[in-house]
Structure formats: structure tokens, C-alpha cells
């Protein structure tokens, strides 16, 4: 078995597997013996007809499951024998083979790229931290948002609960169901726009809604009747009652209401426990600035083919097929951040290798059980049970890893742009381009 590498680019190439014609010859006539006791040929009973005349009658069939075992087979030979490492499943792009001739197989696989980092040492790296200040805004924020309380109103308006009799018809029955539903903004798409009808609605008062029957059956919930998820339903609505959620304004009587002296005393003491985690939190900033920045520096061909495969598996429990086509995108973004990540890191392992020490394993279970808001003992105690012990080796090393490339880059904050706002949150998003860089097949 001779076998040869053809890159298409940095995470995929053609393996071209070439097995001599006696060791093909040889699999083929044991495949004719074996189905020759399946077959019945006329003229003789079942399984006892000469293997040449069941290649005459059925030599195509037999072809065609001849080259799917024989496919698997010298392809697991190939993987074994030059230690492939692929992801997913092997496309096979061609079989050529005729009797007593070699046979050649083309199959394509995907795999993690190898990537030679242009630069390391004094690389040039954009770095936004996230100011402690804005960690108690955000804290004061959802603390007014738990003490929200819920009260009466007479007429909706957007964001606002709305409990409604719905009533239309379906195969000359009428349907009427009590549901719920938010009252969206005047200015909302998609499915939400249905709803805009609800906005300035008093007690008792009526809108006609036209509601497809995906959205009236995620309304109505588990009673629904089956309806056409495409179709349209004219459906009357009164609205029964209607309630808000109130907030209490962040401000002094609020920090009474908390126990504090005052608002400046509340936020002192909030920003005195965020402080910490605000550290470590800016600790993975950092590494994520790091990551960014070197992919920016160093573009590779990600494996599209596995991502789309594990996209549209993630989403095909989902009946809807435009909510489904929202989710394969929504995954595979997800996906394409998390193998990028991960690939960068695999290498960078490689670039910069750290040996780890019980005191560093220490170190990193800190910081994340800082981040975890976790007393340390009850951070590794669960991180043992959620994670094995390679994984558990490779986060660490990961970790200091980035730490040491940390010592050898210049971070600096670059001037804010009008618009969009710049943020940590724009560097972290890596989204999935068409036009990623290609690279020619050797």
C-alpha cells in the first residue's frame, strides 16, 4: 500500500491511497465467494452457482459493496499504518480501479491546521479591560432588577405582560385559549411585528392579530391542535390584563433600602468584593486579546465541512426550518470561535512549551475559582468530577502558556473609534467569513 498527501489547504487535504492489484485481486474473489452463497443464479440452487457467473449476474451490485468495504478497510490500514489524524468522517472523492490493475482511492479529510506564527516576541496586541467601575454599574444593575416589582396597569405598552382570549378557527371548529405573551416594541421584526397590534391595548379591549401556526402553537403551548406551521390564522385577541415590572431607581433611598448609608457607601463596598474577581477576570481578557491578535496575524482555512456537519446536528431537532437555518448560523459561529481558539492554542502549546508544577496547577484552580465566585477546595472537587485529568492538564497549561507569551508581547489601548463603541466584546467576536484565506494545493 503506497499512500500520498495532497494539501487543498491548512485544514484539509487529499489522501491518495494506491493498493496493489494481486491484494485487490485477492479481496474481490473472497468477496465473490462469500455473496456467491446469498445469490441464486438460474439453474442452480441457491448458493451453489459458480462465483464467475454470479460476477456475470450481479457483478455491478456486487462492485458497488465491494468498494464501500474496501474503502473502510484499506482506508483504517492507511490511518494506522501513517498515523492520520482527521476529524468527522472521510469523503471519498474517487475509486478507479479495473481487474488485475492497482486500485486507487482519493479521499478527502479535514483535520486541525499546523500554524507557523509569524511573530511572537513584541507582537503588538489591543487590549481593552474591563474597568472596575463599570463591574458595580453592572452589579447595581441587576441588583435593581431582582428587586423589581411586579404591579397592575390599565392600558400595554411594549415590554409589558399581556394575558389574552385568543380565539380562531381551525377545520370549521372555533379555538379559544387564555394565553400570554409580551407586548413588543412599535418598531419590531420578525415574528414580534405580529404583536405590535397589542400596543396602547386598555382591559377588555380587541386587535386582530394574523398569527402563523408555528407562532399560535408556541403560544398556546402543549394543548395546541396540529396546525399548519406556514399558514396564516386571522385570530381575535382581548386583552384580560395587563402588568409591569418596576424597577427601584439606583440611587441613595435604594442603598437605604440595601442597608447602606448611602449610594457612594453601597457602591465603595460592592467595588471592595468585585475587586478581585475583576482582576482575574481581566487576567482572561487579556489572554483572549492574545488570541484574537495572533489570528489576525496568522489566518488559517478552518474545517468548514465538520463545522457545518455539527451545526446542522445541533439544530435538527428543531421542526421550524427558518428558526433552524437561524440556529445552524448561530451554532456555527459558536463553533467556528471555539475550534479557532482551541487550534491557536493547541500550537501555541508546541511555540512555547511550560512545564507544569503542583504550584502552578494551585495558581491556575485559584483563578478560576476566583472567577467562579467558588471557595478553592469546592472548585477542584467539581472540576474533578465535570473534567478529566488531561483535560484538566491542558486548561492549566493553556493558561500559562498565555501567561508567558504575556511576558513577551506589548499590549497597548488604541484610540476609540466613533463608531461602533470599542470593547472587549468586539475583539471576542470572530465571526465565520466566506473569504477566509485559501492555500494553493501542492
Given at each position: ?182 407586548v413588543p416594541a412599535d418598531d419590531s421584526q420578525g415574528d414580534d411585528k405580529d404583536f405590535i397590534p397589542l400596543i396602547g391595548l386598555k382591559t377588555g379591549d380587541k386587535a386582530e392579530l394574523n398569527l402563523d401556526g408555528y407562532t399560535l402553537m408556541g403560544l398556546i403551548g402543549e394543548d395546541t391542535p396540529e396546525l399548519e406551521e406556514d399558514a396564516y390564522y386571522p385570530v381575535q385577541a382581548m386583552l384580560n390584563s395587563a ?105 501555541l502549546r508546541v511555540a512555547l512549551p511550560v512545564e507544569l508544577t503542583d504550584e502552578m496547577r494551585e495558581q491556575y484552580y485559584t483563578h478560576e475559582a476566583i472567577l467562579q465566585g467558588m471557595p478553592l477546595e469546592a472548585y477542584k472537587d467539581k472540576a474533578e468530577k465535570e473534567q478529566s485529568e488531561e483535560e484538566r492538564q491542558e486548561r492549566a497549561a493553556n493558561y500559562f502558556t498565555l501567561e508567558k507569551l504575556a511576558e ?35
Amino acid at each position: 500500500m503506497q499512500v500520498e498527501f495532497k494539501a487543498i489547504h491548512d485544514s484539509s487535504k487529499e489522501v491518495i491511497i494506491t493498493i496493489a492489484a494481486d491484494e485487490v485481486s485477492k479481496d474481490w474473489e473472497k468477496h465473490l465467494v462469500k455473496n456467491s452463497k446469498r445469490v441464486q443464479v438460474p439453474g442452480f440452487r441457491k448458493g451453489k452457482a459458480p462465483a464467475h457467473l454470479v460476477e456475470r449476474n450481479f457483478g455491478m451490485a456486487l462492485m458497488e459493496d465491494f468498494y464501500n468495504n474496501s474503502v473502510d478497510k484499506y482506508f483504517k490500514e492507511a490511518v494506522k499504518e501513517h498515523d492520520i489524524n482527521y476529524l468527522l468522517y472521510p469523503e471519498v472523492k474517487d475509486i478507479e480501479w479495473e481487474k488485475g490493475k492497482d486500485m486507487i482511492l482519493t479521499i478527502e479529510i479535514e483535520h486541525e491546521p499546523k500554524i507557523e506564527f509569524k511573530q511572537l516576541e513584541g507582537l503588538r496586541v489591543p487590549l481593552y479591560e474591563y474597568p472596575l467601575e463599570k463591574e458595580v454599574d453592572d452589579y447595581l444593575m441587576t441588583l435593581s432588577r431582582e428587586n423589581g416589582r411586579t404591579i397592575d396597569i390599565e392600558g400595554a405598552e411594549s415590554g409589558d405582560k399581556a394575558e389574552l382570549e385568543i380565539s380562531f378557527d381551525h377545520e370549521g371548529e372555533s379555538q379559544n385559549y387564555t394565553v400570554q405573551t409580551t407586548v413588543p416594541a412599535d418598531d419590531s421584526q420578525g415574528d414580534d411585528k405580529d404583536f405590535i397590534p397589542l400596543i396602547g391595548l386598555k382591559t377588555g379591549d380587541k386587535a386582530e392579530l394574523n398569527l402563523d401556526g408555528y407562532t399560535l402553537m408556541g403560544l398556546i403551548g402543549e394543548d395546541t391542535p396540529e396546525l399548519e406551521e406556514d399558514a396564516y390564522y386571522p385570530v381575535q385577541a382581548m386583552l384580560n390584563s395587563a402588568t409591569r415590572v418596576v424597577y427601584p431607581e439606583i440611587d441613595d433611598d435604594f442603598a437605604r433600602d440595601m442597608e447602606y448609608d448611602d449610594m457612594q457607601a453601597m457602591r465603595e463596598k460592592i467595588s471592595e468584593e468585585l475587586k478581585l474577581a475583576n482582576e482575574h477576570k481581566n487576567i482572561n481578557n487579556k489572554h483572549d486579546s492574545m488570541i484574537v491578535r495572533l489570528y489576525e496575524e496568522n489566518k488559517f482555512q478552518m474545517p468548514m465541512k465538520t463545522m457545518q456537519h455539527i451545526a446542522t446536528q445541533a439544530a435538527e431537532e428543531f421542526p421550524h426550518e427558518e428558526l433552524r437555518q437561524y440556529l445552524i448560523q448561530q451554532y456555527m459561529m459558536q463553533i467556528h470561535n471555539e475550534f479557532l481558539k482551541s487550534y491557536i492554542l493547541n500550537n501555541l502549546r508546541v511555540a512555547l512549551p511550560v512545564e507544569l508544577t503542583d504550584e502552578m496547577r494551585e495558581q491556575y484552580y485559584t483563578h478560576e475559582a476566583i472567577l467562579q465566585g467558588m471557595p478553592l477546595e469546592a472548585y477542584k472537587d467539581k472540576a474533578e468530577k465535570e473534567q478529566s485529568e488531561e483535560e484538566r492538564q491542558e486548561r492549566a497549561a493553556n493558561y500559562f502558556t498565555l501567561e508567558k507569551l504575556a511576558e513577551m508581547v506589548e499590549f497597548h489601548t488604541p484610540e476609540p473609534e466613533p463608531t461602533p463603541e470599542a470593547g472587549i466584546e468586539d475583539a471576542e467576536v470572530l465571526e465565520v467569513h466566506e473569504d477566509e484565506p485559501q492555500v494553493e494545493s501542492e
